[in-house]
DNA sequence: CACGTAATGAAAATGAATTTCAAAATCAAT
DNA sequence: ATTGATTTTGAAATTCATTTTCATTACGTG
């Protein structure tokens, strides 16, 4: 998988090292297309590496999100979830209130209405996160 | 002041009491046009009301939000904010990652486009939060 | 293999936000 | 104004996500 030759590259051009706690969390994280609370990933990183702790899941996300291969999403849950990056593209998010259903969108309009917002403020854009909360099909009504 | 009197009507309406310390917090809050922290907000109202606790500040807060006259920002920064809203116009925000610089924006167009981008998912949208990061026109280069 | 360095994990620490609880304040009914 | 039921307050304790500490273990270059 290229994105686990991409993790490797990363941790040896900072001069880190690849362990089998690294590399199990980053190849398990990689390969789902998924939400993680580090709580849930923690769960399923026991399973395969028992003895792993919260805080080398932790450190391992962090190295991810600054390899560039992770994003942070903030969801207002009360706690940090983390998202493989889906092969260069990015997306947002609308979160459904009641069952917690994640559904992604991509809109390439809106993106570019940011960029002309931050231009006619003078203000130079790195990123940028949206956020719609509301009801799913299921759950609305 | 017409939001305090809204704020006066909500405690009524909830069976709730007015009682100084609400006042004084409502009052400072409402008038100016700024994204508190809770720490910056529980200073400034010490000053005020010198023997004002966190946990005050916290529940007014609370309260403010529940009554639709104030609204949560949450910005990355590890804590939350909270601004008075603008006389029913909602938002958006530019962060500056370098001095944090809050800057506002409102674009219906973005605005349109989401309600479509709802639709289309068969989501009822309720709300929605966006922020756009990067570099103010100060701080850039 | 050996050595210097980095990583791990359990436990402690941190920090924002919430809860607890005894004392004080509010307010509707007298 | 006085009462008294109920709510609010503030200091301190608690919670919970996340970070840090530190002794031990693992990595990887030579
Ligand atoms: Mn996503
Ligand atoms: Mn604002
Ligand atoms: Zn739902
Ligand atoms: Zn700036």
């Not at 996300?61 to 999403?73: H, P």
């Amino acid at each position: 998988m290229n994105k686990e030759k991409n993790f490797q590259g990363y941790l040896h051009d900072k001069g880190l090292k690849s362990t089998r706690q690294r590399d199990d969390i980053a190849s398990f994280f990689l390969q789902k297309d998924k939400h993680f609370s580090v709580e849930e990933l923690y769960h399923e990183i026991k399973k395969i590496e028992p003895q792993i702790g919260y805080a080398t899941v932790y450190r391992t996300l962090k190295l991810l999100v600054e390899s560039g291969l992770a994003t942070k999403c903030q969801f207002s849950e009360g706690f940090t979830r983390f998202e493989p990056v889906h092969e260069g593209k990015h997306h947002d998010h609308l979160v459904c209130l009641k069952c917690g259903k994640i559904i992604e969108f991509k809109n390439d309009k809106i993106e570019q209405l940011q960029i002309e917002v931050a231009r006619e403020l003078d203000f130079e854009l790195t990123n940028h996160k949206c956020v719609l909360y509301g009801y799913c099909s299921r759950c609305k009504d």
